[in-house]
């Protein structure tokens, strides 16, 4: 049997903790079997492919015994983690003419495979997520490790899956889009420690009101055990409660650190 089409799709990159989206092109073709990634991977990039493989084959769908080749675009981008993996084997389902090709477009894929087939969470959903819905993408499939990041972005429909067969069966409609379930954040959280109770230290205290009244930076300096990691937690105590726009500035960098 022939190959002859090519499968796009959206994933994305994180540089930073900016967001950015990437093409995911995936190319079957005639010649001896071969699994080829370009556009600038890294080594976790370049290790999907043995996911990418086993987690297909152990999931029903086989793998096609001709060259592949997937491209990662724009190719100047250095594109890093395992967030492709997802994206990667439903480019080659599409491309093998498994699933339909216009299934893929207006949606971002993200998601590490395991090599049963079942889908892990990534670092950096939470700004990668926002990428897409400035750029106008209606539809995400993300990890249900990343869900709760996922409900932070109300601009984008975003369906949870477990595993890769969920992921077809939803772009297929055979299964329900299932969306992250809303919740009630509160921006008020308390201080681990109370300034007012700190004794001494009136020349530091003094300088971490400055910083928290003026939004300046602040270096606390000294030896072991003078009371900076004191003084530290309690700076939140004395700031105003984040905007959701501050918090979400927040979680996109706990998201890029954390992964989730």
């Known amino acids: 049997m022939a190959f002859f089409m090519i499968a796009k799709v959206h994933g994305a990159t994180v540089l930073g903790v900016e967001g950015f989206l990437i093409d995911v092109e995936v190319d079957i073709s005639r010649g001896l079997p071969g699994f080829e990634i ?35 675009a724009p190719a100047n981008l250095r594109k890093s983690g395992p967030a492709f993996d997802l994206a990667i084997a439903l480019g080659i389902l599409a491309a093998s003419g498994t699933l339909e090709p216009d299934l893929l477009r207006g949606v971002l894929i993200l998601g590490e495979l395991s090599l049963d087939g079942s889908v892990r969470g990534v670092a950096g959903v939470l ?12 539809r995400a499939l993300v990890p249900a490790d990343n869900e709760d990041e996922a ?35 509160d921006l008020e959280l308390e201080a681990d420690s109370d300034l007012s109770e700190v004794r ?26 003078c009371g900076k990691t004191l003084l530290a937690r309690c700076l939140p105590g004395i700031l105003p409660p984040l905007s959701f726009a501050e918090a979400l500035e927040v979680a996109q960098i706990y998201s890029v650190a954390q992964g989730g």
Do not use: W, Y
């Open 38 to 72: 370009v556009g600038l991977p890294d080594v976790a990039v370049r290790e999907s492919r043995q996911r990418v493989r086993a987690a297909m084959k152990n999931s029903g769908f086989g793998f096609p015994l001709q060259r592949l080749t997937v491209n990662l």
């Open 127 to 138: 700004p990668m997520l926002l990428a897409a819905a400035d750029a106008g993408v209606p």
């Open 151 to 185: 409900a932070l972005v109300d601009k984008i429909e975003v369906g949870i899956v477990r595993c890769l067969v969920d992921a077809a069966a939803m772009l297929e409609g055979r299964r329900k889009f299932v969306t992250p379930r809303r919740k009630d954040f």
């Open 200 to 225: 001494g230290q009136f020349t530091a205290k003094r300088a971490l009101e400055i910083a928290a009244a003026g939004r300046h930076n602040l270096l606390l300096m000294g030896p072991p055990g």
